[in-house]
Nanobody
């Protein structure tokens, strides 16, 4: 059974940093072929796409709300994707979810989420 397991969330003060990890396992296709995305959802708000990293050239894209503060990367050998978050504000407080998508086959998987709380 395919698994995506996020980790690295927690409580951090405003201006602080966190790095989230998402480890994939039991994929039927190589991890490298998956487009990987990070979403977040705050209470009472819709799920928001935060970052993505491509499966071929590993091009990245970030939401305007996190540009200049967040970075996304992947390690295909370790089947892991990362979200480096800097200069965190209370607006970044949310449950962060990892998503793996293979456009050719329609395979689409979600992790269980990791909570990030930015508060003093």
């Amino acid at each position: 059974q395919v698994e995506l397991v996020e980790s690295g969330g927690g409580l951090v003060q405003p201006g602080g940093s966190l790095t989230l990890s998402c480890a994939a396992s039991r994929f039927t296709l190589p991890f490298s072929v998956y487009l990987m995305r990070w979403y977040r959802q705050a209470p009472g708000k819709e799920r928001e796409l935060v970052a993505q990293i491509g499966n071929i050239k590993e091009s990245t894209a970030l939401a305007d709300t996190v540009k200049g503060r967040f970075a996304v990367s992947r390690d295909n050998d370790e089947a892991t994707v990362y979200l480096q978050m800097n200069a965190l504000t209370s607006d970044d407080t949310a449950n962060y979810y990892c998503n793996a998508n293979h456009p050719g086959s329609g395979r689409n998987y979600w992790g269980q989420g990791t909570q990030v709380t930015v508060s003093s």
